[in-house]
């Protein structure tokens, strides 16, 4: 078969969530829990006001689950370690021949094999959603997750060298052989890589630079970049060089989404993001902070995914946690008939 990536704005037959579960992202109090239980069931209700959501979920947490997440969601039992489905769960596809859908299981070995992530029971989410969803599974020896790529649909693939090609994940494969098995599983042409992510993001609880809170595909020619105006900050210049690298590889439109004004919290220089977005069926699931410039990037999205609601939701618990909506979310393509 031949395997291709759709985009994220291409029908979805359902939205994947995992329930978080893990001591670093529930934290040390029961306020700090609730925080994360409620954020990650806004987006979750939010979402299935759009289209089906499941969302996997321990045994022990199915009760508690329940008391936050809308009646019209499906839980389903999965063991997990937390509950980051962009990067556990498997990466979608359609057969370009017959428009059957297919699970791209990658390699997950906690971000770069980090301390204080558990990955034993995460790292088999891929397969098991595969199967719940009787798709074909289709395995990959490559280190990879779902936030680490972002691809127009047509040919085109974001990347970041600190992720595919850093020590941490996949330390024998040179540049070449990375492409070669991403554009295999995804049906790509063109890894355009950018340098490195956002600088908090290579901090204790950072992915090593993920793309998707960096740069990301509004259409097949239109790249939307996060735009940090401030010299103060140091993805001022992280920036002016992930811009460059695009106007390097590729004529698409790039369009610069403003960050949002706030530049630190009580860890230091934050990587508040509005990239970091998830397209459902006929609307989007922008991250908000209480900051100015949230209004002006639901105006920019507004423009650029024209016919969708921009539903905005706070996500700041998110971030403190190490990602944000797009994180925690996974999308299944409908199947072409």
Known sequence: MSWVMPAEWQPHERTWLAWPSADYTLGESVEDAHEAYAVWSAVANAAAEFEPV????????????????????????????????????PTFVLDAVSGAVGAVDWQFNGWGAQGWSGWQLDCQVAEFVAERSCVAHIKSDLVNEGGGIHTNGAGLLLATETVQLGSERNPNLTRSEVEIELNDKLGTQQVIWLRRGLTRDYEEFGTKGHVDIVACFADESTILVHDQQDQSHPDFAVTHEVISRLEEQTDCKI??????????????????????????????????????????AAEILTQVYPGREIRLIDSRALFARGGGIHCITQQQPKPIV
């Not at 630190?264 to 900051?291: K, P, T």
Request: charged share 25%; proline share 3%.
């Open 255 to 296: 369009i610069r989404v403003p960050a949002p004004t706030v530049l630190r919290d009580a860890l230091g220089f934050v990587d508040y993001s509005y990239i970091n977005h998830y397209i459902l069926n006929d609307a989007v699931l922008l991250c908000s902070f209480d900051d100015k410039n949230d209004a002006l």
């Open 54 to 89: 499941t969302v996997l979920v321990r045994k022990q947490d199915r009760a508690l689950a329940q008391k936050y997440l809308s009646a019209e969601i499906e839980l389903v039992d999965c063991e997990l370690n937390d509950g980051w489905m962009r990067d556990i769960g």
